[in-house]
């Protein structure tokens, strides 16, 4: 278990708040009317179905989203206003691997540089670079091709991009998707030792009971704030309902709440099977 209770807050403002926002893609809107406020040293899970806003909250939160209504804060800064220097993690299927790139230059790609020529960096953006390649365990991958990566190499890599300019804010984009049990595991346990370096991390995930049910706080999302707080509180049956538009049964395990997916059955005697299931035979 990564963090068994929600973290206790100092005096410092928000890092994140979104007030009354609406906002989405070409006049479409994604998300509506949605506040809220995120505290240096969250941890935060954002849950919900496909389509239901998770990576365009993700997005509203560097400025890659049509605002419509409302104002996101990132760091007592309007991000209409000022970029944030916000550490950034999209999905690995949006990726071209295919785009003629080293791990070395994907990572320095999330360099800040006040050089005008793109890549001359700095003896201090070098060697914050290699600082973070191995620390992420990735260095001797430095001079690979992208595409010859395994998943969780992928990931370490633009986890590596998003770490090089020392940001406050983390943000993950289903970073646990597509990979191994294990390989998941990692990255779990590494957001937590970023986290307790106070690192704010804020990720989507649709994976409620390996994932979610961890985190000390959790936000469901379906185009506006369904429910926000710890996984014991926000995980019932009609929370989740509400959520995922179908019905969602509750269990505990060894003090931790999570969803009991029901059993399905295909094929010519799937109603019969059932019918044994239901009366317990």
Known sequence: MLHPV????????????????????DGRVVLRDVSLSIMPGDF???????GSGKSTLLRSLV??????????????????????RTGYVPQLETIDWNFPVT????????????????????????????????????????G??????????????????????NPRLLVLDEPTSGVDIKTRDDMMHLLDDLNHQD???IMSTH????????LPRVVCLNHSVIADGPPGEVFTSEILSRTYGAHMP????????????????????????????????
Not at 144 to 165: D, K
Request: hydrophobic residues 35%; aromatic residues 8%; charged residues 25%.
């Open 207 to 214: 994976e409620i009971n390996s994932v979610a049910a961890h």
């Open 6 to 25: 929600p973290h206790e807050y100092g005096p410092e403002p928000p890092i994140v708040e979104l007030k009354d926002v609406s906002c989405g893609y």
């Open 103 to 142: 791990v070395w230059e994907v990572v320095m790609m999330g360099c800040t540089t006040d050089s005008p020529v793109f890549p001359w960096y700095g003896s201090r953006q070098r060697k914050r670079g290699w600082e973070i390649l191995e620390r992420l365990g990735i260095a001797g991958l430095a």
């Open 144 to 165: 690979r091709h992208i595409r010859e990566l395994s998943g969780g190499e992928q990931q370490r890599t633009f986890l590596a991009r998003a770490l090089v300019s």
């Open 250 to 281: 509750i269990t505990q395990y060894e003090g931790i709440t999570l969803v009991a997916e029901t059993p399905h059955f295909f094929g010519r005697d799937s109603h019969a099977a059932g019918g044994r299931a239901r009366a317990g035979e």
């Open 44 to 50: 935060v899970g954002l849950l919900g179905p496909s």
């Open 63 to 84: 400025g890659a989203v049509d605002l419509y209504r409302g104002e996101v804060v990132v760091e007592g800064h309007s991000v209409a206003k000022k970029r944030p």
């Open 199 to 201: 690192i704010t991390v």
